[in-house]
Every structure is written in structure tokens, then in C-alpha cells.
């Protein structure tokens, strides 16, 4: 559940600042199958993860994470 929300999260900024998924998993230095698995909701990012990817993205945690329930 909670690695969906992330996923869903990342996978949605990652399109809105116009990445590719190859384009990003390169930025990041991890595999396009990780990437995937991340965004598909299949992997829990790791917190060094979630903070590369909104450095990567030029935003802050707090906007990448996803909403409480």
C-alpha cells in the first residue's frame, strides 16, 4: 500500500518535469527494471532513494510524499 502512494507519486512528477523513465533511472543511477518496480508500486523506495529523486526533480520531500490517510 505505501509503496504504491510512492510510486504513484514518483512516476507522476517524474512525467510532469518531462522524464523519461530510461532518462530518469540514469539521473538516479539505478536500473530502469528498479525504477519501474518503484513506480509500479511492487518495491518500497528506500530514503536515499526518495530524497535523489526530488533533488533529481528539483522539488522538496515534503511535495514528493504522499499525502496521509
Do not use: C, H
Amino acid at each position: 500500500m505505501e509503496a504504491e502512494k510512492w510510486g504513484r507519486r514518483i512516476r507522476a512528477f517524474r512525467k510532469l518535469k518531462g522524464y523519461t523513465q530510461e532518462e530518469f533511472a540514469k539521473d538516479l543511477g539505478i536500473s530502469v527494471s528498479v525504477l519501474g518496480e518503484v513506480e509500479r508500486g511492487n518495491r518500497l523506495p528506500s530514503q536515499e532513494l526518495i530524497q535523489n529523486v526530488a533533488s533529481a526533480l528539483n522539488i522538496t520531500l515534503e511535495e514528493l510524499k504522499p499525502a496521509e490517510d
